[in-house]
Nanobody, 120 residues
Framework: QVQLAESGGGLVQAGGSLRLSCTAS????????MGWYRHAPGKQRELVAA???????NYGDSVKGRFTISRGNAKNTVFLQMDSLKPEERAVYYC??????????????WGQGTEVTVSS
């Protein structure tokens, strides 16, 4: 079994910053992809940022230039640095990972979500 544990959400004023973290643990053979999605009230879930193993980072258009995704040295952790936050970016942020487990197949995993609230 694999678990994704997120942290770092909270309340911040508009224009402020937050840093989200997600750590994968369990029966991991290889992490092929890690990313962040968000789900705001009344909206569809959207990609925020992604970082494939060995590939280029990918950002949603609305966060380019303000958010930065990175992997930790241990490669089982992904960070999302969010700067210049806007009130409309209030949402639950979810960590997502595509992981090859010791069952020999790749599976898609999701964290439990961490809430980000941006006050105006």
């Amino acid at each position: 079994q694999v678990q994704l544990a997120e942290s770092g959400g909270g309340l911040v004023q508009a224009g402020g910053s937050l840093r989200l973290s997600c750590t994968a643990s369990g029966s991991i053979v290889r992490i092929n992809y890690m990313g962040w999605y968000r789900h705001a009230p009344g909206k569809q879930r959207e990609l925020v940022a992604a970082i494939p193993s060995g590939g280029d980072t990918n950002y949603g258009d609305s966060v380019k230039g303000r958010f930065t995704i990175s992997r930790g040295n241990a490669k089982n952790t992904v960070f999302l640095q969010m700067d210049s936050l806007k009130p409309e970016e209030r949402a639950v942020y979810y960590c997502n990972a595509a992981i090859t487990t010791d069952w020999g197949r790749e599976y898609d995993f999701w964290g439990q979500g961490t809430e980000v609230t941006v006050s105006s």
